[in-house]
T-cell receptor, first 117, second 112 residues
């Protein structure tokens, strides 16, 4: 159980275009999802917290107008990279939060490799 | 505030040898601690977690970790390394809320 999917798994786009990445919790409902960015050989950097039915909370330094997050349902959050540039090329990973008996546990998607040419 | 320090960005062990990946944490509240594993171009998989129950936590694939409050540590161990253990390992901490802070990761290399 507790499976999270991401689509697409990889995408190549031209500079200036927009790309949408989907994150789905397949067998549980998640009121909160998280979006991370991971540069090569580095750790995960939290970009934003996506809350179902409300605006996302962005981390300091993350441009909310560039990285649009929508969490329209309890099983789907989307990240749209608008007007993508080569420096936006990265590995984007989402996670969905599941409350357990004594804590929250995050389940991660497989990631999306974005390459902007 | 919370943070995680992973000592050693690269660790090499021989197949069959002990695996020890170090993690120290800082948290202003009682922490929940996690170890995740990441294979190339994949997401993160939870290995084990500490949530204030037993201090010695057993996880998947033969890994375990011990929470030591006095040392603010949560080191990951496995008695005998297998080639399939080669991956990136991340230690993470949360204060019981949903937001998780990750360490920089330790790349484990297993030498045949």
């Amino acid at each position: 159980g507790a499976v999270v999917s991401q689509h697409p798994s990889w995408v190549i786009c031209k500079s200036g275009t927009s790309v949408k990445i989907e994150c789905r919790s397949l067998d549980f409902q998640a009121t909160t999802m998280f979006w991370y960015r991971q540069f090569p050989k580095q750790s995960l950097m939290l970009m934003a917290t996506s809350n179902e039915g409300s605006k996302a909370t962005y981390e300091q330094g993350v441009e909310k107008d560039k990285f649009l997050i929508n969490h329209a349902s309890l099983t789907l959050s989307t990240l749209t990279v608008t007007s993508a540039h080569p420096e936006d090329s990265s590995f984007y990973i989402c996670s969905a939060s599941l409350r357990t008996r004594d804590s929250y546990e995050q389940y991660f998607g497989p990631g999306t490799r974005l390459t902007v040419t | 505030a919370q943070s995680v320090t992973q000592l050693g960005s690269h660790v090499s062990v021989s197949e069959g040898a002990l695996v020890l990946l170090r993690c120290n944490y800082s948290s202003s509240v009682p922490p929940y601690l996690f170890w995740y594993v990441q294979y190339p171009n994949q997401g993160l998989q939870l290995l084990l977690k500490y949530t204030s129950a037993a201090t010695l936590v057993k996880g998947i694939n033969g890994f375990e970790a011990e929470f030591k409050k006095s040392e603010t540590s949560f080191h990951l161990t496995k008695p005998s390394a297998h080639m399939s253990d080669a991956a990136e390992y991340f230690c993470a901490v949360t204060g019981g809320y949903q937001k998780v802070t990750f360490g920089i990761g330790t790349k484990l290399q297993v030498i045949p």
